[in-house]
């Protein structure tokens, strides 16, 4: 990860998303502080597929059994 200051990302910001779509993640700092991160939109996001998480969890018999009644007052109020 690389880091550049805010001057630096206003002057070379088609240079930086280069670098970005290409894999690197890139900080923008100002004043030497961290303040933002440049990462790649697409490589960020998955694809979403039904059942994907079958066999991983599971919900206790529990869950579907009615709230008690202060647990409810809480929710509604």
Do not use: C
């Not at 998480?53 to 059994?65: H, L, N, P, V």
């Amino acid at each position: 990860m690389s880091a550049v200051n805010v001057h630096q990302a206003k002057t070379q910001l088609s240079r930086l998303l280069a670098r970005v779509e290409a894999g690197e993640e890139i900080v923008i700092a100002r004043n030497g502080k961290p303040v933002a991160r440049l990462v790649n939109y697409e490589g960020r996001r998955g694809v979403r597929r039904f059942g994907a998480m079958k066999g991983r969890i599971a919900i206790d018999d529990r869950f579907f059994e009615p709230l008690p009644d202060d647990e409810l007052d809480a929710w509604e109020a």
